[in-house]
């Protein structure tokens, strides 16, 4: 547990600080920039609620942080890595804490874009450490933590609210990996859900017939 909040403090640290000197660099500026070329980059923070399937057992809500960062390669693909951290207090009515610390990584496809709105849809594979608990009885229950490999499939939709800043929204489903009631490891289906606000480190410059005056 200890290990675990130790790498999500890092991972927002570091979004953190790489936000911060953005919006520093921006505040200096005070001539109009000129076009860039190149990928766009972004980091987006917010928060999440996953419906997590447990073997065996039944369903278990969980609900905290995500965080991501992109690279924009195109108009329509790009690249990821995200991570979240969602933590439960009582797993199944059980008196165990709970949490999954999940980090993965892949490609992102933007099949429509219109004005400011975006439609994304993304496949994500990496690793994930589920920490929770399966009741035997009444009175007992099976608690432990597993890291295995992961994966998401989904995707969702992003609309700039201002040149730098974007809401996105955003589902996935998530594999990861449990043990059941006998202590036998077995794969979990769950559902995420996420809300998150985006910042736009440097955004790609349509070409075009016009020059800046």
């Not at 035997?136 to 499939?153: Q, T």
Request: aromatic share 8%.
């Amino acid at each position: 547990m200890r290990n675990a909040m130790g790498t999500v403090g890092k991972v927002c640290f570091a979004i953190f600080v790489t936000v911060a000197s953005a919006v520093a660099q921006n505040q200096m500026l005070s001539a109009p920039s000129p076009a860039v070329a190149g990928p766009s980059f972004d980091v987006s923070v917010g928060y999440s609620h996953l419906l997590m399937s447990i073997p065996s057992a039944g369903r278990a809500g969980f609900n905290g942080l995500d965080s991501s960062a992109s690279i924009g390669l195109g108009p329509r693909w790009g690249a990821t890595v995200d991570s979240s951290f969602l933590r439960s207090s009582s797993v199944l009515g059980t008196s165990h804490q709970g949490y999954v610390l999940s980090l993965q990584g892949g490609p992102v496809f933007y099949p429509i874009e219109h004005g400011n709105t975006r439609v994304f849809i993304r496949g994500l594979v990496g690793a994930s450490v589920v920490d929770g608990a399966v009741p035997i009885s009444d009175n007992s229950y099976f608690h432990g933590w597993l890291v295995r490999p992961s994966y998401v499939a989904g995707g969702g939709i992003e609309h700039a609210v201002s040149g730098d800043l974007a809401l996105r929204l955003n589902g996935d489903y998530l594999r990861t990996t449990f043990y059941d009631n006998t202590g036998v490891a077995q794969p979990q289906n769950s559902i995420r859900l996420t809300v998150s606000a985006v910042f736009r480190l440097k955004q790609h410059h349509h070409n075009s017939g016009a020059e800046l005056r």
